[in-house]
C-alpha cells in the first residue's frame, strides 16, 4: 500500500465507522460504490473509513486504488502476546490499515476503557507508523453539571500523555458527546461543539507545540453536516449510520466539499 502522510489541517477529514455492521457481501457493495464515484480520488478532503476487523483487509484491498483511507476501530497496546480476542497495532497494519479508531465512547461504557488504556493504545498505535483516531467526549451528566470542558480535557491530556512524538507522528482526534451519539441522540449545537473544539485545539497546542486535527462526531447527518464542517475549529467529520450507506456518505462527502470550494 502507497505510503501517505495522514495528518493534516488543511483540508477537512470526513469518515465514518461502520461498528458491528456489514457482512462480506454488504462490505464489498459500499466499496464497489464508493469506487465508481469521482470522489473515490477525491483531493478536497481527506476520506476514511473504518470497517470491522473481518472486513479490514477485504476494504484496503478495495480501496488500495482509492484516497480513502482504511482504518480499524480498536487495537491492543501490546505488539503481540496472550491477549486471546485482541487485535494488535501491528497486525492492524499487517491488514492494510492506516488508522486505529481509539477510545469511543462505547468502548469506555462497555468495555471498561480508561483513559490510562486508550494513552497506551494511542502510544501503541503511533509506534507502528499508525494513525490513533482518539475520540473524547462528555456524558449527558456532565453537559448537564456544566463538566464538558474538564471531561475534555483530562481525556484530551491523558491520551497524549504517553506518545512518543516525531515529525511523522500521526493523532487525531474526535469530539463526540456521548448524549449526541447513537440511535437517538441529539445532534450538538454547531456553536457548541465549535467552542469545545477550540478549547480542545488550544490545549493540544499548549501541550506539544503543535495543531492536530480534531475532528466531530456525533448524530452527524446531510442536514447539519454543512454547518459543523464550516465552523472554524471542526477539521472534519467522524459520522456514524448516516453514512454506513454508501449513497449517505457520498452524499455527505459532496455537500461538504461543494460548500468548502
Sequence with gaps: MQERTIVSTK??????????????????????????????????????????????????????????????????????????????????????????????????????????TVALKTAAAVRQGLTALVCIGDTLEDYQAGRTAETLRRQTEAALSKVEWTDTTSVIFAYEPVWSIGDGGTPADPSFADEQQAAVKALIERAIARPLPVLYGGSVNPTNCVELATRPHIDGLFIGRSAWDATGYLGIVRNVIDRLA
Aim: glycine share 6%; hydrophobic share 45%; with cysteine.
Design 11 to 116: 483540508r477537512p477529514f470526513i469518515g465514518t465507522s461502520w461498528k458491528m455492521n456489514k457482512t462480506r457481501a454488504e462490505a464489498a457493495a459500499f466499496c464497489q460504490s464508493v469506487k465508481a464515484s469521482p470522489l473515490a480520488a477525491c483531493e478536497n478532503a481527506q476520506l476514511f473509513v473504518i470497517p470491522p476487523f473481518t472486513v479490514l483487509t477485504a476494504v484496503a484491498e478495495a480501496l488500495a486504488d482509492t484516497a480513502v483511507i482504511v482504518g480499524a476501530q480498536n487495537a491492543h497496546w501490546q505488539t503481540a502476546g496472550a491477549w486471546t480476542g485482541e487485535i494488535s497495532p501491528l497486525q492492524v497494519k499487517d491488514a492494510g490499515g492506516m488508522l486505529v479508531e481509539i477510545g469511543h465512547s462505547e468502548r469506555r461504557t462497555f468495555f471498561n476503557e480508561t483513559d490510562e
